[in-house]
């Protein structure tokens, strides 16, 4: 079961990665001045905070079905608006945005297609929809290091992979998504951005802040078993002369239009 209760461990674990590569995908994205966004999932606000600095919106809101999570956006961030709601049942009327927009969410929602369609549905005629998910089969190198230490003391975690858990982020996954919700000129992109961290402790302790799949996993170890993880992972890591260590995480974003008739209702 996955854990999101603690905003601020989050941001240390996974937002810091987020807040990296919002700039490179609001650059692509190229969006209208003034528009109205919404951020589907905005979590603690990483990516609605650059749509804040970057983008000169004249709105944003963001959503999250984290309590937590919307708590430590709002402390963090005063010039947007956010919700506690289910991507999948979005509470806003139709045509209420310019661009909709989601980072690293919709592989967790448990119907995604109910998500996007309803992304869709709350922007206007014409208007951009957009998302980014990681690639965990290879390339959040964090996370695939992770899991493949895990699996190889526990072959059970392997269930537990995001890699194998989350179809939707693997290459082409998503903008296939983009299409069958009706979404027209949909593009894919890469995007990627440096995971440096300051020693082994440095990447370690975000994984016992028990926020998302892999922490939750960590925490569900007793003490013998988390050290051997502990023990394996630091094993395996490419370490610098002073400790420092340098991985790469690789996203998927994706974009497309809202055309005047979308090809399937919700």
């Known amino acids: 079961m996955d854990t999101w209760d603690a905003g601020e461990l989050y941001e240390q674990y996974m937002g810091r990665w987020s ?22 999932g905005c979590g603690t606000g990483a990516l609605t905070a650059q749509i804040v600095t970057t983008c000169r ?32 049942q979005l509470p806003y009327e139709n045509r209420s945005f310019d661009v909709t927009v989601s980072a690293i ?3 967790f929602v448990p119907a995604p297609s109910a998500a996007i369609g309803h992304m869709v549905r709350v922007t206007e005629h014409g208007g951009l929809v957009a ?17 493949d230490a895990a699996i190889a ?32 000129e949909v593009e894919q992109q890469p995007l990627k951005t440096a995971t440096a961290f300051e020693s082994f402790e440095d990447l370690w302790e975000p994984f016992l802040s028990g926020q998302g799949p892999a922490p939750s996993y960590v925490a569900s170890l007793d003490a013998a078993h988390r050290s051997a993880l502990e023990g394996r992972l630091r094993g395996s890591l490419p370490t610098g002369p002073a400790g420092e ?18 090809a399937r209702s919700l």
Do not use: Q
């Not at 807040?19 to 589907?40: C, N, P, T, Y």
């Not at 998910?133 to 964090?142: I, L, R």
């Not at 260590?245 to 979308?262: D, Y």
């Open 19 to 40: 807040r990296s590569i919002s700039a490179s995908f609001l650059g692509w994205l190229d969006a209208d001045k003034d528009a109205r966004w919404l951020d589907v």
């Open 57 to 88: 919106p004249s709105r944003v809101v963001g959503i999250d079905t984290s309590e937590a999570f919307i708590a430590a956006a709002r402390r963090h961030l005063s010039t947007a608006t956010f919700d506690v709601g289910d991507a999948a």
């Open 153 to 184: 003391l526990d072959p059970a975690a392997s269930e537990l992979d995001e890699a194998r858990r989350f179809p939707l982020c693997a290459e082409g996954a998503l903008a296939t998504a983009f299409a069958e919700a009706g979404l027209t």
């Open 245 to 262: 260590i340098t991985l790469s995480a690789t996203a998927w974003a994706v974009k497309g239009r809202v055309s005047a008739h979308e």
């Open 105 to 107: 969410a919709l592989n």
């Open 131 to 147: 998302a980014y998910v990681w690639d965990y089969a290879e390339g959040m190198e964090m996370l695939r290091e992770f899991w």
